[in-house]
């Protein structure tokens, strides 16, 4: 205490961490996973240190439940691996162990270190500085200076109850500030993804991003384009997923990290109907997590992507294509613009195109086309994205309305919404069998020799 206050007076830091009781911050240890816990406790029994790290610790301190609880330790992959009978080594950028406990899966990262030292093996950069190797162990100390933001760099140890803070985490978040470890630029460099995930925490934890950590966003965003597609898919799943997906995006926009990272960003300022469409599929998203239904990847996808098909439909048609052949164009056109960008993955694909190409078989309400589309695997994701259509106004409200009358039906009340949907069919089917009507004339004609005829077999049939 008398050096912590030493040290405000004269305008240093402590150069140690701080240790902090439970009294101060809150967590109990009944907060963490069972399997988390085991996993500390084992690696600290076999002698090395371990602690819940990052974003667990901060989001039970800021009275979020974690999704997940991930550890950190000073022992090596290879150790880590020798104290588990179930655990496996995966990972190429930086190596981290899978320990199974039960149904639960821990990841466990080794300390990290300084890299470029003389004693350290340089990690491998690219020539932007973003690091693409780097399996540099070393102490926590060096742990808690790599890692990302302040508030990700708190450990807690569920056997004493207590967190380590080596950059005054949690002063700032009890601040609501978010504050990058190091220098901003340099950090941003080494992995431009930072500059997603500091929008989405600045989203998810409603805090403000420290202005040194702002500024360089708008200069540097065009090193996302330097990102392998599939860690920027993964960064967008958990962004769309985080309960704040709309905060986030207007976020996005707002920086300038948007531009190239999905089409329909680029243009939803110049797209009202668009941006009215993708405000209700966001809303709709936040909701479900919030009261924690699951949301489907494809589905949200599909949503944010569906402007550029009808962008793209229409040209096509403009340019001389036939309606439908023009909109499945469109479709593989647009996921193929995506797939430089973001490694969608087949089966998230396979979605969104099931989802997109109910909607024109929407539109056919009569003969037995109505009851096959129920049969379908994504008919009710592609009602509810008919019903999203209808909300913002692309579509009648009517249409949508008739399909979920027509899913809550019965078989009878089904037949007759059928029937009703296509009297003028049947009419038309009905004439087209009629053969042409004769003149007045011809009528009575055939009438009288109908008659005569009658006459003459009477007549025969009386002679003996």
């Known amino acids: 205490m008398i050096r ?3 040290s405000r007076l004269l305008g240093r830091k402590p150069s140690g961490p701080c240790v902090i009781p439970h ?3 809150g967590i109990r240890r009944e907060a963490v996973s069972n399997g988390s816990r085991r996993v500390v406790e084992t690696l ?11 974003g667990a610790v901060r989001d039970l301190l800021a009275g979020i439940r974690p999704k997940d609880f991930d550890v950190a330790t000073s022992a090596t992959p290879e150790q880590v691996r020798q104290c588990f009978r179930r655990a496996r080594i995966i ?7 899978h320990v199974t406990m039960g149904q639960e899966t821990v990841e466990v990262t080794t300390f990290r270190g300084h890299h470029g030292q003389q004693d350290t093996p340089r990690a491998q950069t690219d020539d932007q500085g973003r690091v693409l190797r780097d399996n540099v162990f070393g102490s926590q100390k060096e742990d808690a200076a790599r890692r990302d933001f302040t508030v990700n760099a708190l450990y807690y140890d569920p056997v004493t109850e207590t967190v380590t803070d080596y950059h005054q985490g949690l002063a700032d978040l009890e601040r609501k500030t978010l504050r990058m470890i190091g220098h901003p630029a340099t950090r941003y460099r080494e992995d431009p993804v930072r500059m997603l995930r500091a929008v989405r925490l600045a989203a998810k934890l409603d805090f403000s991003i420290d202005a040194e950590t702002l500024r360089p966003l708008g200069e540097l965003a065009g090193l996302i384009e330097n990102v392998p597609p599939s860690r920027l898919f993964d960064e967008m799943l958990k962004l ?3 309960g704040h997906a709309l905060k986030c995006l207007r976020s996005l926009r707002a920086e300038g990290l948007h531009h190239g990272l999905l089409p329909l960003l680029d243009v939803i300022v110049e797209q009202p109907q668009g941006e009215r469409f993708v405000t209700l599929a966001l809303e709709n998203t936040d909701r479900r997590v919030r009261e924690g239904r699951p949301i489907s990847p494809g589905f949200l996808f599909a949503t944010l992507l569906w402007n550029e098909v009808l962008i793209q439909w229409e040209a096509l048609k ?4 036939r309606p439908l052949p023009a909109f499945y164009q469109a479709m593989d056109e647009v996921l193929g613009a995506q797939a430089e960008k973001l490694a969608i993955t087949r089966r998230v694909a396979s979605d969104i195109k099931d989802i997109w190409a109910l909607q024109p078989r929407f539109e056919t309400r009569s003969g037995k086309r109505p009851h096959g589309m129920l049969e379908k695997p994504r008919f009710k994701a592609g009602l509810d994205f008919l019903l999203m259509r209808a909300e913002s106004g692309e579509v009648d409200a009517a249409l949508a309305q008739w399909w979920s009358d027509f899913l809550d039906a019965d078989g009878e009340t089904r037949a007759a919404m059928l029937l009703a949907q296509a009297p003028d069919t049947q009419k038309k089917r009905r004439r087209r069998k009629r053969k042409p ?5 011809d009528a009575v004609e055939a009438a009288e020799a109908t008659d005569s005829a009658s006459a003459a077999t009477a ?3 009386e002679c003996p």
């Open 459 to 461: 007549a025969a049939t």
């Open 240 to 242: 769309l997923s985080s």
């Open 91 to 97: 990972g190429r950028r930086f190596q981290i162990v």
């Open 44 to 54: 600290q029994d076999n002698g090395y240190q371990a602690f819940v790290v990052g």
């Open 437 to 441: 009507a004769a003149d007045a004339t």
């Open 4 to 6: 912590k206050f030493i």
């Open 23 to 25: 009294a101060r911050h």
């Open 318 to 321: 403009a340019g001389g294509e």
